[in-house]
């Protein structure tokens, strides 16, 4: 596959880890601490667990799994509310595969499906669209969801209906900002992170600039970055540069797909469907200001938060989950209290358990060999009996 | 999150719309073109092209030039460990 | 509904009764009522698709004889599983082919020779009778190929909404060659780890073949009766530990279920393992990972490392075993675990999945 093999070389990234590995070297705060870099984006998090990347770091690098999870950082009211309107009489509900698991807190959309709701799993909100010209009696919902990557996509879709002048449609914004969370990721008190790799793909719609904040106001370095492998240890590389040269800049690792600029069609369909929400609630991080993106009034017709009337509960966060102090950063997935006992994949209490890309599902599920083994192994082949896929979940 | 996958722009399906099938390891779908179109670009211009596709659109297209400059770059930082092991090499003989 | 297990597979060995037509389009609840609408039905679809000599006339039941099945081994192997696929027609298959590979295979992953499958079907009223024709003499068709026999079977028709179409209940029975010992409990370290081909075909042309995603590909089921090439296997390689065909779950809970089955680790290479491009293609534009996708013609076969080559050998001469390779070892470190040196050269574990795998699209 053109642009996705040639990323993932074994003898490049060897050559790459090795890089790494000299600059560590060069640095003097790994001396006494390990380095702290964050990769922002959920596909990121996917990548590095997916491919073992951790498992080539050296231990002087700590990869913290930020909040770029849209599943993972949904909070369960939204996803309460997505079951309202999908167990509405003639509602065909439709959303992406990912967040039919999520759970509310009474069940999640699969369950609701289960129950005879018409949930349906789409490739596009383009699918979702066409259902509803296919089904001109139903009602057809789109569950909008994601950071500035997917916010062309359903905005376009918006607007393709009006122009088609299909009134059975409407989209259910939770529309979530890249540049906030950050924002609020790098002023809590505590957080320890020395650099970020940036989303690549949030980053081919919203161009560089806005991170400039991160170099100029916090003084870390911000790399943009690809999602192959290779790219993901290229960014890595590239923040260490920068460490060890003492700089804080803003750079572009992926410049073979994000642009200085970002996408200027993209840019302006957004900013004609969407308008800032004054806050948005996280899960796991709680409510940070201009977080989120609603419907401007001028489409309010395809607004199922204005067209269905929803529970709009908040939803606190179970008090015991300690997702807010990983997402910063502060602690690991393992170190939790929760971590394989009351919070597993299959029954996750916290956000980060709840997707496969979140933090601690993907510790759960993928490990680190060497640092999860012995956690998680406790017991396995001791010959109890127990399955230890048990063990896996409830170390 | 934000799954995007590259792939090769193979056929204009809809030119009003902006559609076109997209072919990735020889699965094809119809996606959207609007975000990639523009005066530079006319749609008719876009097959053959490789973009990266999320939920259906084509979000960017494909730098192919600044894509080979990436992998030389990791290629070159290769070849200098390659050429430094040959000096120590050479310097212990 | 309908009679009770009314034994299908009749007729003398001399001469075929006249058999019963349905004349009608659809299935109605007629069909399952017990009467002539439903003897006709049963003779249309499954007597004309199955004839066999061994078993009786109808009967509730089939009858054989334990001489002629000793001659194939020492012990008897049952089995049963149930089909329900949505399309029930998919590129490489239908559900007809599926519910007799998948309890031939059940069978032979056991070391069974398979001899004979009961076929109990449950139709929803308003499927197509051609529909049901077609499916009855896939069913027959690959029955031949697995060289067993329906012998009995059921039918049972339910109101529309009831079932989803059309769902199979096949049991088989085989006998086990003597001698031969294969365990989940048995791998162990330094064995090898071999699949005899790609995987995920079939996993990614059911999921294609929903058009749910709107994927235009040519992507075929890897549907197949193994009997033969297990056959092949155990004969060139005796002391195989175990093999079990990596069906829902993938390859991935395959080899989970082997090292926590023989409290042994796992060590898997990820450039090893087949996987046809275009699957690759399918499982990237959609987030899924290929090894969790369901397989209908693959094995996975924990072999004695001094057998491994033969074992190879013997697998890469069968047509359904020409893509064989090991993928991997079992080794005692890690007990209970799968690991796998992804193609990057890092390291993780591979889990078992939790429910069901859906797009990861965002």
């Known amino acids: 596959m053109k642009y996705v093999d040639e990323f993932r070389d074994p003898e490049k990234a060897q050559t790459l880890v090795e890089k790494i590995r000299a600059l560590v070297d060069q640095i003097d705060a790994c001396k006494s601490r390990p380095l702290y870099i964050m990769e922002v984006c959920g596909g990121h998090t996917h990548a590095i667990f997916r491919y073992g990347i951790e498992s080539m770091l050296p231990e002087e ?107 059975n449609f409407s989209l259910f914004c939770n529309h979530i900002t890249i540049i906030p969370a950050i924002k609020a990721i790098l002023d809590a008190p505590g957080v320890q992170i020395d650099g970020f790799l940036g989303p690549g793909h949030v980053s081919m719609v919203i161009g560089n600039a806005p991170y400039d904040f991160v170099a100029d106001q916090y003084d870390r370095p911000l790399v943009v970055t690809g999602f192959e492998p290779l790219d993901i240890l290229h960014g890595i590389w590239m923040v260490l540069e920068q460490l060890a040269s003492g700089e804080a800049r803003i ?52 607004d199922a938060e204005r067209k269905f009337s929803v529970p709009d509960l908040v939803i606190a966060d179970p008090k015991a989950c300690q997702c807010g102090e990983v997402l910063k950063g502060v602690i690991k997935p393992y170190d939790c209290k929760l971590f394989g006992n009351d919070c597993t994949p299959e029954t996750p209490m916290g956000a980060l358990m709840v997707s496969s890309e979140g933090a601690c599902a993907a510790y759960s599920r993928y490990g680190r060999v060497e640092k999860l083994v012995p956690l998680l192994g406790r017991g396995a082949g001791t010959g ?12 | 999150m934000c799954l995007g996958i590259p792939g090769q722009i193979v056929e204009i399906t809809n030119t009003a719309d902006k559609l076109a099938k997209v072919e990735v390891a020889g699965v094809k779908r119809e996606i959207n073109l609007v975000c990639i179109v523009d005066e530079d670009h006319s749609i008719e211009s876009c097959v053959g092209d490789w973009v990266l596709v999320h ?37 212990q003989t | 509904m309908s009679g009770e297990g009314e034994g299908k597979g009749a007729k003398g060995a001399a001469q075929r009764r006249k058999l019963g037509k349905v004349d009608i389009p659809t299935v109605t609840m007629a069909h399952g009522g017990g009467g002539k609408a439903m003897h006709d039905f049963i003779d249309d679809l499954f007597v ?60 032979a992953v056991g070391g069974a020779t ?203 001469a069968h047509p359904y075993g020409k893509d064989s390779v090991a993928i991997g070892h079992v080794t005692d470190e890690r007990p209970g675990r799968v690991v796998m040196t992804t193609v990057l050269g890092g390291r993780r574990i591979v889990d078992t999945l939790v429910g069901e795998q859906l797009p990861r699209i965002c």
């Open chain 2, 55 to 91: 939920v259906g659109f084509a979000m960017s297209r494909i730098d192919a030039a600044e894509a080979a400059a990436t992998l030389e770059l990791l290629h070159a930082l290769g070849e200098v460990d390659e050429e430094l092991d040959a000096m120590r090499g050479s310097g």
């Open chain 1, 384 to 395: 109890t009996g127990k399955a230890p896929q048990a063990e896996v979940e409830a170390p």
């Open chain 1, 61 to 167: 690098i700590e990869l913290v799994h930020g909040p770029g999870c849209p599943v993972c950082v949904l909070p369960m009211g939204r996803v309460d509310d997505c079951v309202a309107i999908a167990e509405t009489p003639k509602v065909i509900f439709t959303t992406f595969g990912d967040a039919m698991r999520v759970p509310g807190s009474s069940k999640s959309l699969l369950e609701a499906k289960a129950g005879g709701a018409d949930v349906r799993m789409v490739y596009s909100p383009l699918d979702s669209l066409s259902l509803a010209r296919d089904n001109p009696d139903k009602e057809v919902v789109f569950f909008g969801l994601g950071f500035e990557t997917t916010m062309p996509s359903t905005a376009l879709t918006v607007l393709q209906a009006e122009a088609e002048g299909i009134e």
């Open chain 3, 114 to 316: 398979p001899l004979y499958l009961s076929c109990a079907v449950i139709v929803e009223e308003g499927v197509s009778v051609d529909l049901m024709r077609k499916v009855a003499r896939s069913m027959a068709a690959t029955a031949v190929e697995a060289g067993v026999e329906v012998v009995t079977g059921d039918t049972k028709v339910v109101e529309r909404g009831a079932c989803d179409k059309l769902f199979i209940n096949t049991a088989g029975i085989g006998v086990i060659r003597a001698g031969v010992k294969l365990g989940v409990e048995l791998a162990q370290p330094d064995d090898l780890v071999i699949v005899n081909g790609v995987l995920g075909d079939h996993g990614a042309t059911i999921l294609n073949a929903r058009g749910d995603m709107k994927l235009d590909t040519e992507i075929f089921s890897d549907c197949a009766p193994l009997h033969g090439l297990i056959g092949a296997l155990l004969e060139a390689a005796p002391n195989t530990r175990f093999i079990r065909d990596a069906t829902r779950g993938g390859l991935a809970t395959v080899l989970n279920e082997i090292a926590r089955g023989s409290e042994v680790g796992i060590e898997i290479r990820e450039g090893q393992i087949p996987i046809r491009a275009v699957v690759r293609g399918f499982c990237e534009l959609l987030g899924l990972d290929p090894l969790y996708l369901a397989n209908e013609g693959k094995i996975v076969c924990v072999v004695a490392k001094d057998e491994a080559e033969a074992a190879l050998a013997a697998l890469r």
């Open chain 3, 48 to 107: 004309d698709a199955f004839y066999n000599e061994p078993l009786a006339p109808l009967e509730d039941q089939a009858r054989f004889s334990i001489d002629a099945l000793a001659r194939y081994g020492d012990r008897l192997a049952f089995t049963t599983d149930s089909y329900v696929v949505s399309p029930l027609e998919f590129p490489g298959g239908d559900i007809g082919k599926l519910a007799i590979c998948g309890t031939v295979n059940d069978l």
């Open chain 1, 251 to 302: 750079e572009n690792q992926y410049s073979r797909v994000v642009p200085d600029e970002g996408n200027g069609p993209a840019l302006e369909a957004i900013a004609k469907v969407f308008e800032l929400r004054e806050f948005f609630e996280w899960r796991g991080l709680g409510s940070i200001d201009h977080s989120g993106v609603k419907m401007r009034e001028a489409y309010a017709k395809y």
